[in-house]
């Protein structure tokens, strides 16, 4: 295992699966990651707005990605990520087109309501990857 997926909000949970993360690669030299903060969509509809540009995807990723880097350290090479679109499916896509060897995501993400009403994301994460996928509790 050599390229890692991870899947970040900024929530808590996803603070853990970059720590996790970190200590792992530790342990696998080698090891690069790519950041991912996924905009949710469905139906055309993207909160907190629709359709937002490439430079508003950028502001509203940057807080999670900025925690997700601060918690992986310096020691792990990272590139980052920003797409608009169902959470689960998007990780799962972009997975399968580059060729990563694990998912990475906390349990529990922000956005309790679209888990009530959809599922969780790290369950259609599981049932979609092409991949294994690691799912973080929070400490």
């Not at 997926?5 to 900024?10: E, K, W």
């Not at 490439?54 to 792990?76: E, I, K, T, Y």
């Not at 990520?81 to 959470?87: A, F």
């Amino acid at each position: 295992m050599r390229k890692v997926l991870l899947a970040t909000d900024g929530s808590p949970g996803a603070h853990a699966a970059a720590r996790w993360l970190a200590d792992l690669a530790d342990q696998m030299p080698g090891l690069t990651v790519t950041l991912v903060h996924v905009i949710p969509s469905y139906g055309g509809v993207s909160a907190p707005g629709a359709n937002p540009g490439p430079q508003a995807m950028a502001d509203m990723a940057a807080p999670a990605l900025a925690d997700a880097r601060s918690a992986l350290g310096d020691q792990v090479p990272t590139d980052t990520r920003v797409v608009l679109g169902p959470v689960a499916e998007e990780l799962a896509t972009l997975a399968k087109r580059e060729g990563y060897d694990l998912i990475v995501l906390g349990r529990r993400g922000l956005n309790p309501l679209e888990e009530l009403l959809i599922g969780s994301v790290s369950q259609r994460v599981i049932l979609l990857a092409p991949c294994p996928v690691a799912i973080v509790p929070r400490p």
